[in-house]
């Protein structure tokens, strides 16, 4: 099972690129990183998700080395509604058991 | 297209009173969840269907919870009798398997008081 890290608490600025990074060292072959975000009284909303380099979507990019310990969710120039809980999830969605730890809580200043 | 659909949105009841929530999850999704969310921490997960059959509910207290997904669409959740450390938002999300993890979407939960 493999366990995941992140920073409880980050502040950034509008405007800016906020990057999270979530270790993540007992990763599994099978298993794919998946980042979901939570805004005050609202379930979870799926952001993206990928299994090795670079993934790209409409709202963010996800970031992960060769080794995979680690990724890195980037958000490109964040408003102040992307002031939320950001979760990193590892698993292969089968065997594994769904974890989403305490996540990091971001917080965009204007 | 509609979104997981949960009732009710707050409860409020005594403690040993027995309490039920409701889900109706994304048509033609055949996998639920229902988490738990205490304040300040990351949903935990209860139990795990796939259409009728329970597949995972190793976290889910079988002293005083219960869970049934009947026909493989909607589901409910009891909490028989509710304790004090009950109080938390109880969420329920469904999803189609995909690639890797599935991309779960979730309901706006139901907030649980018990006093």
């Known amino acids: 099972l493999a366990k995941t890290t992140q920073p409880i608490s980050m502040d950034s600025y509008e405007g800016q690129e906020v990057n999270i990074t979530c270790s993540h060292n007992n990763i599994a072959t099978n298993d794919y990183i998946t980042w979901y975000q939570q805004f005050p009284s609202q379930g979870p909303r799926f952001i993206i998700q990928g299994y090795k380099t670079k993934v790209t979507n409409e709202v963010a990019s996800l970031f992960i080395p060769a080794d995979r310990k680690s990724s890195t969710l980037s958000l490109p120039r964040v408003s102040l509604s992307d002031t939320a809980v950001y979760y990193c999830l590892v698993g292969d969605g089968r065997d594994d058991k769904i974890i989403f730890g305490k996540g990091t809580r971001l917080h965009i200043l204007p | ?115």
């Open chain 2, 1 to 115: 297209e509609a979104g997981v659909v949960q009732s009710p949105r707050y409860k409020i009841i005594e403690k040993k009173q027995p309490v039920a929530f409701w889900c109706n999850p994304i048509s033609g999704h055949n996998t639920l969840y229902w988490y738990l969310q205490n304040l300040g921490q990351g949903p935990e997960l209860l139990i795990r269907y796939e259409n009728e059959e329970a597949v995972d509910d190793s976290q889910l207290p079988k002293d005083r919870f219960s869970a049934e997904r009947l026909k493989g669409v909607d589901s409910t959740l009891k909490i028989q009798p509710a304790e004090l450390g009950d109080s938390a938002v109880y969420l329920c999300a469904s999803s189609t398997r995909l690639v890797g993890m599935d991309e779960q979407f979730f309901g706006p939960g139901t907030r649980l008081t018990v006093l």
